[in-house]
């Protein structure tokens, strides 16, 4: 995708307030829905992060928590931390982070970041019956942000990793996994090591990572700095798929190493093994 079509995308993704990705399948029929929806998520995240940190000012969370005081004592029906959030445009499992957070400060105390990241993956722990509904509610009905995103991302990341070693083994390629490369003491490991490297393009390809998303130019920026050079440094040249596209204007690193794919290429070549006895 270049990156002009991808900036309108994201431009109309901020104007749409009702069902995103219908709007976006209509204007950008020619574009897959799995990349919009990827791209959607990710907007989202982003707006979130920068929301957490306008919205977590004391006076704003005191604000919060004061609504969410009086709600819970004139509201008949659960639901209505929902609506606090919904009325602040906020991330409901964000809203029931910062209400979290404040419920358990004490004494101007730092909050248990543990503490809280456990209550957010199990809402049982909350004493408070009706709160621990309202908390529950929030998670649940945030699919984009939060536990059960992360969840759902995590399901989606290992189906699209099992797609890739299925490709690798159809296509005759011996490799190791993270699992077996963590076994072997390595620190940074992507999630495939090629035993025997191969070419794609004219490349040399000694490892794989498979991204289940669409590959933007802030995340990609993190992937290179935090993952991506590490294995480079580690192995050698390698190939990232990002399953659901990317910016064209970002395979800019394939002379240095770096080769982006949106999907497992076909057409690879081979080392001879003959070659490698006589080394």
Same mark, same amino acid.
């Given at each position: 995708m270049? #990156?002009?079509? =991808?900036?309108?995308?994201?431009? @109309?993704c901020h104007k749409t307030n009702a069902n995103k990705l219908d709007s976006l399948n209509e204007k950008f029929s020619g574009i897959s829905e799995r990349t919009l929806g990827s791209i959607i998520s990710q907007e989202y995240q982003k707006k979130t992060k920068r929301f957490y940190h306008m919205h977590h000012s004391p006076d704003v969370t005191n604000s919060y928590y004061e609504q969410y005081l009086k709600a819970s004592k004139t509201c008949k029906q659960p639901g209505y931390l929902l609506d606090i +959030?919904? %009325?602040?445009? #906020?991330?409901?499992? #964000?809203? +029931?982070?910062?209400?979290l957070e404040k419920y358990y400060? %004490?004494?101007? @105390?730092?909050?248990n970041k543990q503490q809280i990241n456990q209550i957010m993956k199990d809402t049982t722990l909350i004493e408070d019956k009706d709160f621990a509904?309202?908390? =529950?509610l929030c998670i649940l009905n945030?699919?984009?942000?939060? =536990?059960?995103?992360?969840?759902t991302k995590q399901c989606i990341g290992i189906d699209y990793e099992n797609k890739l070693k299925n490709d690798l083994q159809i296509l005759g390629v011996a490799f190791t996994d993270?699992?077996? #490369?963590?076994?072997?003491? =390595?620190?940074?490991?992507p999630d495939i090591k090629l035993e025997v490297p191969i070419a794609v393009d004219?490349?040399?390809?000694n490892w794989i990572e498979s991204k289940a998303s669409f590959g933007d130019e802030e995340n990609h920026k993190t992937y290179l700095k935090e993952q991506y050079w590490s294995y480079w440094n580690r192995f050698g040249p390698g190939l990232v798929i990002y399953w659901f596209g990317f910016? @064209?204007?970002l395979d800019t690193n394939q002379d240095k190493g770096i080769l982006l794919k949106d999907h497992m290429p076909k057409n690879i070549s081979f080392i001879n093994p003959s070659l490698l006895i006589k080394l």
């Amino acid at each position: 995708m270049k #990156l002009e079509t =991808y900036r309108q995308i994201v431009e @109309e993704c901020h104007k749409t307030n009702a069902n995103k990705l219908d709007s976006l399948n209509e204007k950008f029929s020619g574009i897959s829905e799995r990349t919009l929806g990827s791209i959607i998520s990710q907007e989202y995240q982003k707006k979130t992060k920068r929301f957490y940190h306008m919205h977590h000012s004391p006076d704003v969370t005191n604000s919060y928590y004061e609504q969410y005081l009086k709600a819970s004592k004139t509201c008949k029906q659960p639901g209505y931390l929902l609506d606090i +959030a919904e %009325k602040a445009d #906020l991330s409901p499992a #964000l809203m +029931a982070r910062i209400i979290l957070e404040k419920y358990y400060t %004490k004494d101007g @105390e730092s909050v248990n970041k543990q503490q809280i990241n456990q209550i957010m993956k199990d809402t049982t722990l909350i004493e408070d019956k009706d709160f621990a509904v309202e908390i =529950y509610l929030c998670i649940l009905n945030d699919e984009m942000y939060g =536990y059960v995103s992360d969840v759902t991302k995590q399901c989606i990341g290992i189906d699209y990793e099992n797609k890739l070693k299925n490709d690798l083994q159809i296509l005759g390629v011996a490799f190791t996994d993270e699992d077996e #490369l963590r076994e072997k003491g =390595y620190d940074k490991t992507p999630d495939i090591k090629l035993e025997v490297p191969i070419a794609v393009d004219g490349h040399i390809i000694n490892w794989i990572e498979s991204k289940a998303s669409f590959g933007d130019e802030e995340n990609h920026k993190t992937y290179l700095k935090e993952q991506y050079w590490s294995y480079w440094n580690r192995f050698g040249p390698g190939l990232v798929i990002y399953w659901f596209g990317f910016i @064209e204007e970002l395979d800019t690193n394939q002379d240095k190493g770096i080769l982006l794919k949106d999907h497992m290429p076909k057409n690879i070549s081979f080392i001879n093994p003959s070659l490698l006895i006589k080394l």
